[in-house]
């Protein structure tokens, strides 16, 4: 938990200079009530979906947890189809099923038993999933770098609160790697949300999402060129799937935006 409030602590001033320098100088910050309460909500949808993801891999394998936890793209998918009415196109389609056939491989491992940790993972990712098409909701009203800096802030607030509760507040558990929290903190929620969120403000959500799944490769190759870590044949081919399945789905996006209109 201590690491989680490192994480937060790390990236809400890097929201705020970001938003501050690209802000629109001559508008008003403004967020409507309404927009307000769903950055609420999506902030106390995400707290509680990291919670039950970590109270679920406490109770089965962490790799089988892993697995799991990936039915959130599912979730969003069928949400964005539904509540949003999205359509994948078919070279899309092809791309998402190959990209996706691609993260099974990785991720499955046989024997999988039916048990209360694997229903609680699932049921997190029911929470990733729907504040997720909120998020969706919001960028529509809120300029994506100050949702960013709002939803952190307010999920830096939740997690502090429950690290007191809970006694966890101590930063002597992050250990000899203390130092990497700050890093990961950077890449993640203080970058790499800002600029997922600048994504769903221009694309269907569902296909955000999927791609968004091309993260096992990024880790993989990062792990190989840092610590050295040699993924097996498995994560080889369900690699090579995913950028297979990324790039046709990127490129069945852009055929379909460039073809001409006969009609």
């Avoid at 940790?117 to 990733?128: A, D, E, K, R, Y």
């Amino acid at each position: 938990m201590a690491m989680v409030v490192g994480l937060f602590v790390t990236a809400v001033p890097i929201n705020f200079g970001w938003w501050w320098a690209h802000r629109n100088k001559n508008e008003p910050v403004r967020v409507d009530r309404v927009s307000y309460l769903y950055i609420v909500i999506q902030a106390a949808l995400s707290v509680t979906a990291i919670f039950l993801l970590w109270y679920g891999i406490k109770l089965i394998d962490p790799t089988i947890g892993a697995f799991f936890s990936r039915f959130e793209v599912l979730i969003v998918v069928f949400l964005g189809i539904w509540i949003f009415k999205e359509r994948f196109k078919p070279m899309e389609a092809i791309g998402a099923f190959i990209l996706l056939s691609g993260l099974f491989v990785i991720r499955y491992q046989a024997g999988i038993d039916v048990s209360q940790g694997m229903f609680i993972i699932l049921s997190s990712t029911v929470f990733f999933g729907t504040s997720e098409i909120i998020a969706k909701r919001i960028v529509r009203a809120v300029e994506p770098n100050l949702f960013a800096l709002m939803r952190n802030t307010h999920i830096l607030i939740f997690i502090t609160i429950a690290a007191l509760i809970d006694g966890k507040l101590n930063f002597s558990y992050l250990g000899s790697y203390y130092y990497l929290v700050p890093i990961a903190g950077f890449l993640g929620p203080g970058l790499g949300r800002p600029m997922y969120l600048h994504a769903l403000s221009h694309l269907e959500i569902s296909k955000v999402s999927t791609l968004n799944q091309l993260q096992p490769v990024a880790v993989a190759l990062l792990a190989y060129f840092t610590i050295g870590t040699i993924p097996g044949l498995k994560e080889w081919i369900g690699g090579a799937m995913m950028i297979i399945g990324g790039i046709t789905m990127i490129r069945g996006r852009y055929r379909n935006k460039r073809a001409p209109d006969i009609t």
